[in-house]
Every structure is written in C-alpha cells, then in structure tokens.
C-alpha cells in the first residue's frame, strides 16, 4: 500500500484554526458552504498507467526521488514510462462520466491533472509528458471541466507535487520545479473555466521535520495567494503545506481548508471541514481489473459514517485504459444514488451530530430537524444519548410512524422491528422549541 503519512491526517476532534490571511473563520465558512452541504464527490484517478492494470505511480519501478524509499536520483522504468505512446481512450466520454457522478448523488468530481509519475491529463506547455503527445491528443482536463460545468457539477482539480519524473524535482533549493510546478497551476486555473476545488498531494519527504526548510522549498503563502487571484473562492485541501500544518498546529487554516483522511472514515469532527478519500475497488487508486469492490453496504455505512462525522465522502474511481468505466463499478454508483433518491435529506445539507455517535447509531442534523442514523438493528427501541436536544414528533423516512417516549431524562424511539432496514433505518425528528441545532455541539472527539 502507498503509505507515505497522509492516512494518519485523521480528523481529531474540534480544532482551533485561523483561516486565510485576512479571512475570518466566519467567511471561510461561508466560502466552504457549498461544499459542506455537497457530501458526497467522485475522485477520478487515471492515466496511462491503466493500460497496465497497476497503482498509478506507486508501481512505476523506478527510485522515488526524496521520497520513502530514500533515492535522490531519478529514475526510468522503460515500460511504465512509455505508456503513454499508445494511451487512447477512444470511448473517453466526459458528459457520460459526469452523468455517472450525478446518478450517484455525488455532487462534485475531482481529476487527477498530474500524479506522482509526472504525467500530465492537461495540454501544458511546460512539459512535454503530456496527454497532447499521446494518440489521443485530447485535453481530458478540459472535456471534464466543461462537462462538469454544463452539468452543474463542482469541478476540481487533484494536482501532485511530488513528481518522481521531473529532473528538478527537489534538486537544491527546488526554484526550477518551484517555477515548474507554478506554472502549471496557473494553466489549470486560467483554462479551464471555474475550478471549485484544488486538491494538492504531498511534497516528498525532504526536510520533513524542518518547517522553515520546507516553507523556502516551496513557498506555499505565494502559491496561495496566486490560486485565490486566479480563482476566488477556490478550496484548498491541507496537502498544500501539510508539514506547515503538522508544525503549526495552530496555523493549519492558513494553509489549508479542510482535513483529507486517506482510505479510512476519519472520525467525528465539528468546527474544521474534511473529507475521506477511499477506493471503490481493490484499494488502488487506478484501474485495477479484477479489484474487489465494496459492497452496496459497505458503501452506504462510509457514506453515512462520514457525513454523521461531519465529513465528505470522496469515493475514487479508477476508469479503464478504453475511456470507459467499467459497468460494475457504474451499476455500485447507481445503487448509492438510489439510496440517496430516499434518504438523501438525511445526508445532504445537514452537519453531523447533535448527538455523539456510538453503538446506538448516529445522527445529522439540519433546521430544526434531526435524522438518527440507526445502522444496528437493535429490537423495538433506540435509546438516545442524553442531550439538551428534546424531541416532539418522530417518523421513519421510508415511511412509518415512531413514538417518543421521554423519560427520566431519556429518549426513547419506539420503531417496530419489521420497519426497520437493513443497513440504516433513519428516523426523522421534529426538535421541542424552535432549538438552533447548530449550537448544540457534541464533544470533541467523539466517535
Ligand atoms: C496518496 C497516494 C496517491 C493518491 C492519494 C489520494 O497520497 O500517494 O497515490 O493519489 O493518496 O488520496
């Protein structure tokens, strides 16, 4: 597994942050509306390294300069290399995809535009690897981004600054890639029409423990200050600058709007955005044929365990070498967007909590309503954590009566067995007096 330190970026808890030079918490929450009410995003990994079925980068055989293996020379693997000579996705079909996303329920796509191998998905004028020079020749950055736009999908963009190709990559005091690197982000965000997300990726591990290094290394403030110019209102993920943020606990919003666990469901936090990014099939990010694939359930359950979390859901896909995604993975996506056809008012612009999650289930919460996640069928009652929380009037969303019963300072939902569902039977609750639910903060931490 590519473990580089990213999956340990678990959400904890409530956490203190400034924001933007010059923006308030305040109005990095409002600049982050939209996507706390998205949830739910489709991540695209792909390239040329499809056509070998392999992790895309990571079983690239070559040193891994800067990187965990220790190797400061770059290196050449002669077959991954060439990939590209004979990449044509021919079934390449962006408004298809798009509609794939939104038959999900998923409410914004982020592509990879260049990964650790170095390969741009984007005509760029600063490197020669790129998807021009393939038989394909056509920008897949920007067919996706104007789809995404037709269709009134966020469109984002995953950009890798680690580059195991790039012969400056980290090389003295990194100005040349620095510039290389600039220079492409600046394309990414002036061609492509509105770009709502950019989701960096890891910075190579020289000079891990040296914050000042790493700020001279890659200038992150100045970066920042140019994609804000070039895009207002763009998000950034913390892999901007995550070893700023790791040394700087008390700056991590200065660099960086949201938390981006890796391949697990991070836990409950409130007050700080994230997002869990997962692999839908084979834990591999690109095309893995045969990969194993998560279950109708198992998908539904990270849904829902994130959102209850206050988190987003950011489920990968990895299309085929053809252009096309492969049907089971397509026919998985629908079946999550027929849950969401039923239960998506539960999901979808709510935040997580009030109540603190547990055995008993979970909840979101939105207005004056609350939903209770129940995901563990447990007899004719659900039995509430205490709250300040009181509840009047409760019904199954699939329909259904359920009967509240308060006492000695406990609520009970009465819900027959026979209505309950099999994955997440999800009551809706009517909150007693006009309560703000989102000032009733559960505890930090909890889970
Ligand atoms: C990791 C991996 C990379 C993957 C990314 C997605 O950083 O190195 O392969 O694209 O996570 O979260």
Redesign the pocket.
Known sequence: M?N?G?SSMEPKGEILHTSLAGESIEEQEVRLAWFRDAKFGM?I?WGPASLLGV????DRSAPKPFDITGAKDRGEDPEYDSQFKQFNPVKFDASQWVEIAKDAGMKYLVI?TK??DGFSNFHTKYSDYNIANTPFKRDIVKELADACHSAGMKFGV?Y?Q?DWYHPAYLIGDNNEYREFMKNQIRELLTNYGKVDIIWF??YGTRDLNDCKVHDELWKPQELLEMMHELQPGIIVNN?LAILASYNHPDNIGLWCDYD?P??KIGNYQYGRAWES?MTLVGGQ?SYKPGGKMYTREECIRMLVNTVTGDGNLLL?IGPMPTGEIEGRQIDRLKEIGEWLKIYGESIYCTRGGPFVNGDWGRSTRRGNTVYIHAMNRNGDSLTLPKTSVRIGSAELLAGGKVEVIESNDEIQLMMPRKHQQEIDTVIKCAVLGGADLLSVRPPAGSD
């Not at 992790?55 to 990571?58: K, P, Q, T």
């Open positions: 590519c580089d990213m991540f990994h992790e895309l980068s990571w990879v990964h650790h995953y890798s680690r990726d890891s892999r981006t890796e391949e990014c990010w990968n």
